[in-house]
């Protein structure tokens, strides 16, 4: 257990010896060398001014939403904070496997596989009094998938599973493992899967989204066909979660930015899509059909405005930014109370239902950003 008391203890910079300290930079970071696992973290929130503060957790995993705290106010709050190392625990003699995740050199320094719980309080009047980090074990939602899903390291892309942890009571924890990038056979190729199954506990749920690189056949090391390879590797997914007493679930990809002159969307993801669905009935698996709820998102929004929820502008016609990711991390929860019922019971209190056919106005979205931003377009497209 720690506490800090930030009102009393002067900043000081990460210090490696002590473990604890605020990262460098433009933003308020502030990291604790913790060991892998949750973390319940209790903030207390506000200053003698007015304030609102939006907390985000490891990279811009959004945990509170603009909390808001009159001058002179505390408000208490809780969220858990998954941490992960890319070790693993190394095979018996003479078996196969490896010691290590194999990270992408993009990942290498960031704050999702390094030693330390980090803390981010965003927002001009953000302010946090006190901070207590608890050690606990709750049921967790892990996540596999690729770009579209993942905890984006840098503003303006976001993945929908980056959004996940604010919908949840402060109850369970979120383990983003997915990847820019990744397929199916990648994820299990590096060992991303090798890592959520040495982890993952009875009572867990395993999230799975692939499909806009698995249908690449320019990328033959990893392409999967979607009549027979890619329903194959979505058997194994699913019964590898089942053998250790999780529940898998389905997640269909959502649409890239694209219409017809009628203003309908293009599908560019084939039968991909298809096949999920398939084999979700198949095993008995409980489905999020993210691609059928994507494509009335867009068409709601239309072709002027839906660019608005894309990376770099609109010129990304597959990574999402903050907006587009929330939105869609929406539709995954409706699909959650729609066809997970015992992970349902953990969604948040202030959510009413979301109807993708309704979506908020991207002009009226705000979501204060991350210190850490690139131009770099994520991999995978």
């Given at each position: 257990?720690?506490?800090?008391?930030?009102?009393?203890?002067?900043?000081?910079?990460?210090?490696?010896?002590?473990?604890?300290?605020?990262?460098?930079?433009?933003?308020?970071?502030?990291?604790?060398?913790?060991?892998?696992?949750?973390?319940?973290?209790?903030?207390?929130?506000?200053?003698?001014?007015?304030?609102?503060?939006?907390?985000?957790?490891?990279?811009?995993?959004?945990?509170?939403?603009?909390?808001?705290?009159?001058?002179?106010?505390?408000?208490?709050?809780?969220?858990?904070?998954?941490?992960?190392?890319?070790?693993?625990?190394?095979?018996?003699?003479?078996?196969?496997?490896?010691?290590?995740?194999?990270?992408?050199?993009?990942?290498?320094?960031?704050?999702?596989?390094?030693?330390?719980?980090?803390?981010?309080?965003?927002?001009?009047?953000?302010?946090?009094?006190?901070?207590?980090?608890?050690?606990?074990?709750?049921?967790?939602?892990?996540?596999?998938?690729?770009?579209?899903?993942?905890?984006?390291?840098?503003?303006?892309?976001?993945?929908?599973?980056?959004?996940?942890?604010?919908?949840?009571?402060?109850?369970?924890?979120?383990?983003?493992?997915?990847?820019?990038?990744?397929?199916?056979?990648?994820?299990?190729?590096?060992?991303?899967?090798?890592?959520?199954?040495?982890?993952?506990?009875?009572?867990?749920?395993?999230?799975?989204?692939?499909?806009?690189?698995?249908?690449?056949?320019?990328?033959?090391?990893?392409?999967?066909?979607?009549?027979?390879?890619?329903?194959?590797?979505?058997?194994?997914?699913?019964?590898?979660?089942?053998?250790?007493?999780?529940?898998?679930?389905?997640?269909?990809?959502?649409?890239?930015?694209?219409?017809?002159?009628?203003?309908?969307?293009?599908?560019?993801?084939?039968?991909?899509?298809?096949?999920?669905?398939?084999?979700?009935?198949?095993?008995?698996?409980?489905?999020?059909?993210?691609?059928?709820?994507?494509?009335?998102?867009?068409?709601?929004?239309?072709?002027?405005?839906?660019?608005?929820?894309?990376?770099?502008?609109?010129?990304?016609?597959?990574?999402?930014?903050?907006?587009?990711?929330?939105?869609?991390?929406?539709?995954?929860?409706?699909?959650?109370?729609?066809?997970?019922?015992?992970?349902?019971?953990?969604?948040?209190t202030d959510l009413p239902p979301f109807d993708p056919a309704r979506p908020p106005s991207p002009d009226t979205f705000t979501l204060p950003p991350s210190a850490a931003a690139s131009?770099?377009?994520?991999?995978?497209?």
């Amino acid at each position: 257990m720690w506490t800090f008391d930030f009102e009393t203890t002067p900043p000081k910079p990460y210090d490696p010896a002590a473990g604890q300290g605020w990262e460098p930079g433009a933003g308020r970071l502030f990291s604790v060398r913790a060991p892998e696992g949750d973390y319940r973290v209790t903030l207390e929130l506000g200053s003698a001014k007015a304030s609102e503060t939006t907390v985000k957790a490891e990279a811009r995993r959004l945990m509170l939403e603009t909390v808001s705290v009159a001058p002179g106010k505390t408000e208490t709050r809780t969220i858990i904070v998954n941490v992960r190392r890319p070790d693993l625990a190394p095979p018996p003699p003479n078996a196969p496997g490896g010691t290590r995740v194999l990270l992408n050199p993009r990942e290498e320094g960031g704050y999702d596989w390094d030693d330390k719980l980090t803390l981010e309080f965003c927002g001009p009047s953000a302010a946090v009094r006190r901070v207590r980090i608890d050690p606990v074990t709750v049921p967790t939602v892990f996540l596999a998938g690729d770009s579209t899903v993942t905890d984006q390291r840098f503003e303006p892309a976001a993945g929908w599973g980056q959004m996940l942890p604010r919908f949840f009571k402060p109850e369970i924890a979120v383990a983003n493992h997915a990847e820019s990038g990744e397929t199916l056979k990648s994820f299990l190729i590096e060992r991303r899967l090798d890592k959520i199954l040495s982890r993952i506990k009875p009572g867990d749920w395993l999230l799975i989204q692939f499909g806009h690189n698995d249908q690449k056949t320019q990328w033959p090391q990893t392409y999967a066909d979607a009549a027979t390879t890619y329903r194959d590797y979505l058997r194994v997914y699913a019964g590898e979660a089942r053998r250790r007493g999780a529940a898998p679930v389905f997640v269909t990809s959502m649409h890239r930015h694209r219409f017809d002159a009628a203003g309908k969307v293009v599908d560019t993801l084939g039968d991909y899509p298809k096949a999920m669905r398939e084999t979700a009935r198949e095993l008995g698996v409980p489905l999020i059909d993210l691609h059928a709820m994507s494509a009335t998102l867009y068409e709601a929004l239309g072709p002027k405005s839906a660019w608005k929820a894309f990376n770099d502008g609109g010129k990304d016609l597959t990574h999402h930014n903050n907006y587009g990711a929330y939105q869609l991390a929406r539709c995954v929860v409706e699909g959650v109370r729609a066809h997970v019922p015992a992970l349902a019971a953990h969604l948040a209190t202030d959510l009413p239902p979301f109807d993708p056919a309704r979506p908020p106005s991207p002009d009226t979205f705000t979501l204060p950003p991350s210190a850490a931003a690139s131009q770099e377009a994520p991999r995978g497209n």
